[in-house]
């Protein structure tokens, strides 16, 4: 269960160090170990990152003195290790005289390089240790009900291959109560929506579908003969709307998108359920734009056409961006990855 989050994050910090080639150059060789299931041979090995933590204090502090006094070590036994290093790279890294310390050209360099992998390191470690209080904890995930059934079950299933002990809880709830059970805690990530009212909210989000859009007619609609119904002809038509505190945004999608096609919607009902707009439609009250995933919500008094010119509506993932779960990072992957490959 390691070997994924750690990989994750060496990935992010070759792409933060492609300036230094020094510095990425060692964190590829760390990845390709990682990808290879060398847990225990991926990260440095605790001589080089001593080596990097000694020289990191001389260079600090400028002085053996007061690095050998800020690591606790006897100044001679500091002195040899810096050698080995620089007799290990085969470059000078610092300037030595009675009176001074300083740092060479070359390390300067080394001495972000040498900083970034430390910090690299801990970072190693402590997702570790994170991963490891999540294994006792579940995931909480939310998701509306008629969506998204074809990727939950895939990333379910890839979720508990690669981490088996630990559970997922599925919430089966609106839009808006998913956003504020993520902002209250309840949830750890939402399938939702549209992008809009995420961003309101100032959670992360990452679009992983998009979806055509239908619009549901009465049966006994003239429209509903035709195969593909123009969405302008739907101008003189009462809308069948979700509610702002169920489906935040969908009014302003739903009128932007009628006025793309040079009208604005004549909503006649918001309502709080998915199933409740189709038994709208299906009394003859209005129509309904959906998405393409609400078929499977039949009514024999209902009926659903594609839309020309074709319209889609987005599919999103939120959660809080500072949630430390690692199983929740490695599940916001695992979604990525599925997505990509459904396109």
Same mark, same amino acid.
């Given at each position: 269960m390691q070997v994924p989050v750690t990989a994750a994050i060496i990935s992010r910090s070759i792409n933060r160090s492609?300036?230094? %080639?020094?510095?990425?150059?060692?964190?590829?060789?760390?990845?390709?170990? &990682?990808? &290879?299931? !060398? /847990?225990?041979?991926?990260?440095?090995? #605790?001589?080089?990152?001593?080596?990097?933590?000694?020289?990191? #204090?001389?260079?600090?502090?400028?002085?053996?003195?007061?690095?050998?006094?800020k690591l606790r070590l006897a100044q001679p036994s500091l002195t040899r290790q810096i050698r080995d290093l620089e007799e290990e790279l085969g470059v000078l890294l610092l300037n030595r005289t009675k009176q001074q310390v300083s740092l060479t050209d070359e390390g300067r360099s080394f001495l972000i390089d040498a900083k970034h992998i430390l910090d690299l390191a801990q970072e190693m470690i402590q997702s570790v240790q994170q991963l490891k209080r999540d294994e006792v904890a579940a995931l909480n995930v939310g998701y509306v009900t008629n969506l998204f059934y074809d990727l939950l079950p895939t990333t379910l299933a890839s979720f508990q291959r690669l981490l088996p002990s630990v559970s997922i809880n599925l919430f089966d709830m609106s839009c808006g109560d998913q956003f504020r059970a993520i902002e209250a805690g309840k949830i750890a990530l939402g399938f939702?929506?549209?992008?809009?009212?995420?961003?309101?909210?100032? $959670?992360?989000?990452?679009?992983?579908? /998009?979806?055509?859009?239908?619009?549901? !007619?009465?049966?006994?609609?003239?429209?509903?003969r035709k195969a593909v119904v123009n969405l302008k002809d739907l101008a003189r038509m009462f809308f069948i709307g979700m509610s702002e505190a169920s489906y935040p945004s969908y009014r302003?999608? $739903?009128?932007?998108?009628?006025? /793309?096609?040079?009208?604005? %919607?004549?909503?006649?009902?918001?309502?709080?359920?998915?199933?409740?707009?189709?038994?709208?439609?299906?009394?003859? $009250?209005?129509?309904?734009?959906?998405?393409?995933?609400?078929?499977? !919500?039949?009514?024999?008094?209902?009926?659903?056409? %594609?839309?020309?010119?074709?319209v889609r509506t987005e599919g999103c993932i939120a959660w809080k961006s500072e949630n430390p779960s690692s199983a929740l990072k490695a599940y916001v992957q695992i979604i990525e990855q599925a997505a990509l490959s459904m396109r």
């Open positions: 492609a300036n230094r %080639p020094n510095v990425t150059r060692l964190l590829r060789g760390f990845l390709q170990r &990682a990808r &290879a299931g !060398l /847990s225990k041979k991926f990260m440095l090995s #605790a001589m080089e990152l001593r080596h990097l933590r000694y020289f990191v #204090a001389v260079a600090e502090a400028l002085s053996f003195t007061k690095g050998a006094e939702v929506g549209l992008h809009e009212p995420i961003g309101v909210r100032g $959670l992360q989000f990452r679009t992983i579908a /998009s979806y055509e859009t239908v619009v549901a !007619l009465p049966k006994n609609n003239p429209m509903a302003n999608w $739903l009128t932007k998108t009628c006025r /793309s096609a040079g009208f604005k %919607p004549k909503v006649l009902q918001d309502v709080e359920l998915e199933r409740t707009m189709i038994h709208a439609v299906a009394g003859g $009250l209005g129509v309904a734009l959906v998405p393409e995933q609400i078929q499977k !919500l039949e009514h024999e008094n209902v009926v659903f056409r %594609p839309l020309k010119p074709t």
